[in-house]
């Protein structure tokens, strides 16, 4: 996984609006901190996926930006009410489905996009790695990167560094399961 989330833990507003994040109010100077071994950025983690498996709320929000950010990649949108004729995308009803898709295709890397699908990910035990892009603001209140966990889920720091405020984090997670289709 590879998302962006306010440092109180939000990846969106209540409504979905991810506002802070991709037009920031101005505010003061951020100092750029590097760490031995710096986090990958999107421009080098994108085109190293072939799969992403997002929500229907990602999904939509997507649908506002200028342009289909995802071209040449394999979209999977995990939904249980999502009706469309996108032809750029699978729905698939449920977790089982996706991953079976994801095997049938043959996925290599797959990007898990979306706070409920990420939690789902992350609560079978199928997420591998997580880069968090953490912004210098806190919202109060949205929808919850991580949400409520069943156990403990233990990371080790591999990556970290800062820009423009943001401090870049990401973990190895200690899968409690070995399983042949991992996603990031």
């Not at 990846?11 to 609006?17: E, S, T």
């Not at 505010?27 to 994108?46: L, Y």
């Not at 799969?51 to 506002?64: A, F, Q």
């Not at 706070?115 to 990910?121: L, W």
Request: charged fraction near 20%; charge should be negative; proline fraction near 4%.
């Amino acid at each position: 996984m590879f998302i962006g989330a306010s440092l109180d833990g939000y990846i969106a507003r209540p409504d979905g609006n991810i506002d802070w994040l991709t037009d920031p109010a101005p505010g003061p100077s951020h100092a750029t901190i590097n760490s031995s071994t710096e986090v990958e950025g999107w421009d080098s983690f994108f085109p190293s996926i072939d799969h992403l498996v997002m929500g229907r709320g990602t999904y939509e929000k997507v649908l506002t930006f200028d342009g289909w950010p995802y071209d040449g990649k394999q979209v999977i949108v995990l939904s249980t009410t999502l009706e469309t004729d996108d032809n750029r995308v699978t729905v698939v009803r449920t977790l089982a489905d996706a991953v079976q898709r994801l095997h049938e295709n043959k996925a290599a890397q797959v990007y898990v996009d979306g706070g409920q699908v990420i939690q789902t990910f992350l609560r079978a035990d199928l997420i591998d790695e997580i880069s968090i892009g953490w912004a210098p603001v806190l919202i109060g209140s949205g929808l919850s990167l991580f949400g409520l966990l069943e156990s403990d889920v233990q990371l080790s720091l591999v990556a970290s560094n800062s820009g423009g405020g943001m401090v870049n984090a990401t973990y190895r997670v200690h899968r409690r399961h070995s399983t042949p289709n991992q996603a990031n």
